[in-house]
Structures are given as structure tokens and as C-alpha cells.
């Protein structure tokens, strides 16, 4: 099983509105990672945790804040976001981080496509 | 210059056709090369994944790596309209962590 879970699929917001985003998985991995894609744009990289601690900021806005509340769960709170902020955002995870590479793809969830109003 | 290149597309293909998708890369130190394929408005699926040069085959796929130009490969053959989706190569160098350097990614339709 390589199943990375996302919720919600869709998610339409305010500029004002506080909302979080939520990814799993059980496969035992150790590392989880969010990225932005924008249309016809490959993935951007944002966070990197790696056994629950952040390991990577890609130096995004504060208005994004991700939470690993343990290794199976990974939280992208949202707030105060722009119009521009609108993009599909994709969870994925590997089984380690850094270390020997072969144990390191990295399988995506479907996610969550995001519009700001 | 982009430290990977990926022809955008898009690329259409008649059903039964063998498809070819290239990107280039330029930092000697990738070592791992992997494959995606995206469907419209879905994530992306991992197709292939290789180690440094040669070539791997799995069912109608067959991955090329070539170190020494700098240039990975992925071969579709018999293609079926099910295989149009976008391709993504993604590549990541030894140490240092797993940071994926991703390609524009390439746009294939196969029609019936």
C-alpha cells in the first residue's frame, strides 16, 4: 500500500478565513513533505519534515503553517491567504529523508485543490 | 539555464504508437531518476524509478538513464489513450536529503 490520503479534495476560502489542510499516511514513513503546484507548473517545494521535525522552510510566507503532530499526520494551516495563493497542494512522503536515496521516493497524495476568494 | 529541462509538449501520439519523452539535466551530482505521470487535476503517480546510468523496463515502460550526456528517457510502447496524462521527471542527488528537482513536465495525448 502507497496511499498518501489528503482532506479535503477541494477547498474554497476567504481571505479572512482560518482553514487547515490534512494528509496521512501508514506506511511507516518517516519523512512528509508539502508542495504547491500551480497550473501547467511542476511541484514547488514548501516543507520538509522528517521525524516530526521541520527539517525545511523554502522560505514560504507565514501565512502557511504546518503542523506534524506525529508520524502519521501532517497539517497545513492556512490563514489570511491571497488570491494567488490558489493551487493544487500535494502531500508526500518517503521513508527517510536523508540517508541512501533508495529509500527515499517519494509517493504523493491526490491533493487538495485550493481557491481563494 | 534550468537545472532540468523537459520538453513542455504538447505531444500527441496515435493509439499503438511508441512514445518517447526526454529531459536534460546539468548538476553532474543527480544520481536517482524517477518518472511521474499526472493526471488532470490529480497528483502525481510514480511510474519508474533508476539508479544512476542504464535502463529499466517495467510492462509497456522502459526508463534510459545516460549520465554521460546528461539525459534521461522514458519510453511508452503500444500507447492507449489512457496513458494521456502530463510526465514528469524528477531527479535528486546523493546526501544532503531527498529535495526533487522536478522537469515542466510534458503533456501527452494519445488518440484513438
Known amino acids: 500500500d502507497t496511499e498518501v490520503t489528503q482532506t479535503p479534495k477541494h477547498l474554497v476560502m476567504g481571505m479572512t478565513n482560518k482553514k487547515s489542510l490534512k494528509c496521512e499516511q501508514h506506511m511507516g514513513h518517516r519523512a512528509m513533505y508539502w508542495y504547491k503546484q500551480k497550473a501547467k507548473k511542476p511541484p514547488e517545494l514548501m516543507f520538509v519534515?522528517?521525524?516530526?521535525?521541520?527539517?525545511i522552510n523554502e522560505s514560504v510566507p507565514s501565512r502557511f503553517s504546518p503542523e506534524c503532530p506525529n508520524s502519521s499526520l501532517l497539517n497545513l494551516h492556512l490563514h489570511a491567504l491571497q488570491p494567488e495563493d490558489s493551487a493544487l497542494y500535494l502531500c508526500a512522503s518517503s521513508l527517510i529523508f536523508r540517508g541512501e536515496v533508495a529509500k527515499n521516493i517519494q509517493y504523493f497524495g491526490a491533493g487538495t485543490r485550493l481557491s481563494v476568494l | 539555464q534550468k537545472e532540468v529541462e523537459q520538453d513542455p509538449g504538447p505531444l500527441s501520439v496515435p493509439e499503438g504508437a511508441i512514445v518517447s519523452l526526454n529531459c536534460t539535466y546539468s548538476?553532474?551530482?543527480?544520481?536517482?531518476f524517477m518518472w511521474y505521470r499526472q493526471y488532470s487535476r490529480k497528483g502525481p503517480e510514480l511510474l519508474m524509478y533508476t539508479y544512476s546510468s542504464g535502463n529499466k523496463e517495467d510492462g509497456r515502460f522502459t526508463a534510459q538513464v545516460d549520465k554521460s550526456s546528461k539525459y534521461i528517457s522514458l519510453f511508452i510502447r503500444d500507447s492507449q489513450p489512457s496513458d494521456s496524462a502530463t510526465y514528469l521527471c524528477?531527479?535528486?542527488?546523493?546526501?544532503?536529503?531527498?529535495?526533487?528537482?522536478f522537469g515542466t513536465g510534458t503533456q501527452l495525448k494519445v488518440e484513438l
Open positions: 519534515y522528517s521525524y516530526e521535525k521541520l527539517s
Open positions: 524528477a531527479m535528486s542527488a546523493s546526501g544532503g536529503g531527498n529535495k526533487l528537482t
Open positions: 548538476n553532474s551530482a543527480f544520481q536517482y
